[in-house]
């Protein structure tokens, strides 16, 4: 089971911008999908930005624009890139890898605060 490390959360203004990233203990070559969920208090956990290795990249609504989803196969990491980042991106994001949407690993969360 792929160990899976986030870094990068913090506070931020409005407006700014934050880089996640999250460290596998090993390859990520032959994972099929890798993604980023959001927890806020209050509401249920959000998929935020996936990609599924040679298919599709899928962004939630909400974000669409302002985040971007990449890998670094060589480095073992997954990243997301926020820009123009808004109160309402507040939570704790996760880290996810796995071959199937749900059953694959996460990581322990980074938290991400936003405020005005």
């Known amino acids: 089971q792929v160990q899976l490390v986030e870094s990068g959360g913090g506070l931020v203004q409005a407006g700014g911008s934050l880089r996640l990233s999250c460290a596998a203990s090993?390859?990520?070559?032959?994972?099929?999908?890798v993604g980023w969920y959001r927890q806020t208090p209050g509401k249920q956990r959000e998929l935020v930005a996936s990609?599924?290795?040679?298919?599709?990249?899928y962004y939630a609504g909400s974000v669409k624009g302002r985040f971007t989803i990449s890998i670094d196969t060589a480095k073992n990491t997954v990243y997301l890139q926020m820009d123009n980042l808004k109160p309402d991106d507040t939570g704790v994001y996760y880290c996810?890898?796995?071959?199937?949407?749900?059953?694959?690993?996460w990581g322990q969360g980074t938290q991400v605060t936003v405020s005005s």
């Open positions: 090993e390859s990520l070559f032959s994972i099929l999908i």
């Open positions: 996810y890898a796995g071959q199937r949407i749900q059953g694959g690993s």
């Open positions: 990609s599924t290795s040679g298919i599709a990249t």
